[in-house]
């Protein structure tokens, strides 16, 4: 896919010096499919970036590949211009689908605390210069107030929170999140998304962000990578969710509207009859009768 | 207060020479450290969600137990051997997915079950005495013997140094394995090096309260601890202290127990550890039950 960077007027204020993550010509084939096809996007520090696509459009493939759990069959990932090392303190990272035991003796607390040091060996001793950091870090993203509780009791956007500072503590350039809104109502959505969209600007973090809906993202997104069909095409969200080049990314005609300040992807009139036929692969699609 | 009033105080309960004996002594120290390497153990157990390894192991040191007496050797070393083969076929076979896990487990219990049905058998026909087979499924902490203190100290302590070495990756590899893959941890060599710890911390179980009940010792009090506390390095403690403290008041009971009945003949160490296991963890959930109680009405 074409990249898009130099058409697009403006970035150069918009980004903070080189590309902590280049991510050039990617392409994965996971028993005989082709996952991701030249994927290619660059992000720069401080810049917040949504990863568009439906459901097994190849979204968690490619932070695998971004974190080095998987294999490339073609192309590279550069993290601050270097190829990437095994242990990256580079990036810090949030998983799908987080579920814990509400059992689990684990505080808040100590989870951002395992994000210190959790690839050493031994007992962490306490000290007060850990707890202080501890401490700063559950303030940063508005988690004080649940520090000493089990981070299984926790609601989804609270455990989000706790995530996101084990994340942030060992100080990384770049934020991977998978996911993180999927679990989340409409207000924690927000309220997470807001506040990664402020970690970014302040801490000058390049945060990448996957979803499936657009939406939520579309007032801090400074640069979306939309994925489908295993290719990508990137840019602002007013270079990228056009008609024409959606158009072209899904190999079939498809509209984009503008409803009530809601982006809507939908199959094109022309292929009406399709359009029960595409509703999974169109993310932020809702059928228009 | 002076000791003779103490003692009298006690008499009734902890019977005159109690500690007199060697077996007592022992026992209660072979108790204390099998107790608190379970504990310890047993709380990753617990939160990795591998009580059912754990059970397998425990199960499977049967036939290591039942070959170990054929043989005549000291039980301990047929348990640890098989158990430590037991958890390398588990970790080849594909323990680690989570799908494959309890398949890969169900298998190999089934089949080590099937050769201690047989070894059992040689045992109690070859040797002529049913004792074996109680003392390889139920334990006998009583005639464990001093000579053999040594090597469940050793064993103890190579069990607590794995674990206090990859505290921290553990822990995270427990909340999400993801999350611990991605800054770098071998997740896999993380999980065999925890299934090496805990094949060896069921072995040291299976030798006091049998190849049967480990499971008791290892998951029991660490559930416990894991309802009273909400912190990771208190759990373990707590585990550890729970186990002891029901290893020593069952050897106590069964110990007072030969003065029960007539025929001079004591109840099981083992019964007494379970039950009270067993009551401590009934008892830690009530303060839960009450909480939901009052808040529902």
């Known amino acids: ?30 028993s005989g499919r082709e996952v991701l096809r030249e994927v290619s996007f660059g992000i720069r520090p401080g810049e917040f970036t949504g990863l568009i696509g439906s459901n097994g459009a190849g979204k968690t493939t490619l932070f695998r590949v971004i974190l080095g759990l998987q294999s490339a069959s ?11 090392s095994h242990r990256n303190p580079l990036i810090g990272y949030v998983p799908q689908k987080f579920l814990l035991d509400p059992d689990m003796p684990l505080r808040a607390r100590d989870l951002v605390g395992l994000g210190i040091d959790a690839h050493r060996f031994g007992i962490p001793l306490p000290s007060r ?25 926790l609601s989804g956007g609270e455990q ?17 999140l998978d996911e993180p809104l999927a679990n989340l109502d409409l207000r924690a959505a927000q309220e997470v998304v807001a506040l990664l969209a402020r970690i970014a600007a302040e801490q000058q973090i390049a945060v990448l962000i996957s979803a499936h809906e657009m939406n939520p993202l579309l007032p801090v997104m400074d640069r979306i990578v939309y994925l489908a069909g295993g290719r990508a095409a990137s840019g602002t969200t007013a270079e990228v969710v056009r008609a024409d080049v959606l158009s072209e990314l899904y190999g079939s005609h ?36 | ?72 050797v000291a039980p301990l070393w047929g348990f640890v051997a098989v158990s430590v083969v037991a958890a390398a076929v588990m970790e080849l076979i594909g323990i680690q997915r989570p799908r494959g896990r309890d398949l890969a487990t169900g298998i190999v219990l089934g089949a080590g079950l099937g050769v201690a049905a047989l070894l059992l058998y040689l045992d109690s026909t070859v040797h002529n005495t049913t004792g074996a087979t109680f003392t390889i499924l139920f334990g006998s902490v009583f005639t464990v013997g001093s000579a053999t203190i040594p090597l469940v100290v050793l064993l103890g302590m190579a069990v607590l140094g ?41 072995a040291l179980a299976a030798m006091t309260i049998g190849a049967i009940l480990s499971t008791a010792l290892l998951v029991g009090p660490a559930a416990t601890a894991l309802r009273l506390t909400r912190r990771p390095g208190r759990a373990i403690a707590l585990a550890g ?42 008892l830690s959930g009530l303060p839960g039950l009450l909480r939901r109680r009052s808040g529902g009405s």
Not at chain 2, 47 to 72: C, K, M, W
Not at chain 2, 179 to 189: D, E, T
Request: no cysteine; charged share 15%; proline share 4%.
């Open chain 1, 1 to 30: 896919m074409t990249r898009r960077d130099e058409q697009i007027p403006g970035l150069e204020q918009l980004a903070g010096g080189e590309e902590i993550l280049s991510v050039q010509g990617i392409s994965v084939r996971l």
């Open chain 1, 74 to 84: 073609a192309g590279q990932v550069l993290l601050d211009g270097r190829p990437r």
């Open chain 1, 129 to 153: 210069a850990r707890r202080a950091l501890i401490d700063q870090m559950l303030q940063a993203v508005d988690a004080d107030r649940f520090g000493d509780a089990r981070v299984g009791q």
């Open chain 1, 160 to 176: 989000q929170r706790v995530l996101i500072a084990h994340a942030l503590i060992a100080r990384p350039k770049l934020l991977l």
């Open chain 1, 254 to 289: 498809v509209d984009v509207l503008n409803v009530h300040g809601r982006v809507l992807v939908v199959a094109g009139a022309g292929d009406a009859s399709d359009l029960h036929g595409h509703e999974a692969a169109l993310p932020g699609m809702e059928i228009v009768q």
């Open chain 2, 1 to 72: 207060m002076s000791g003779a009033p103490l003692a009298a105080l006690l008499a009734p309960v902890i019977e005159p020479g109690f500690f007199a004996g060697e077996d007592v002594r022992v026992a209660i120290v072979v108790g204390a450290v099998v107790a608190i390497v379970s504990g310890t153990v047993g709380v990753f157990t617990v939160i990795r969600g591998q009580s059912f390894a754990g059970e397998a192991l425990g199960d499977l040191n049967t036939p290591g137990g039942s070959a170990a007496f054929l043989v005549g």
């Open chain 2, 162 to 202: 794995i674990v206090a070495a990859l505290y921290r990756p553990l822990l995270l590899s427990s909340v999400s394995a993801e999350m611990a893959a991605a800054r770098g941890i071998h997740v896999r060599a993380l999980g065999a090096a925890y299934l090496l710890a805990l094949a060896l911390a069921v």
């Open chain 2, 241 to 282: 202290l729970l186990g002891a403290a029901a290893m020593w008041l069952g050897i106590l009971l069964a110990y007072d127990s030969f003065a029960w009945s007539s025929a001079g003949t004591g109840w099981p160490v083992s019964f007494f550890v379970v039950t009270l296991i067993f009551l401590a963890y009934l």
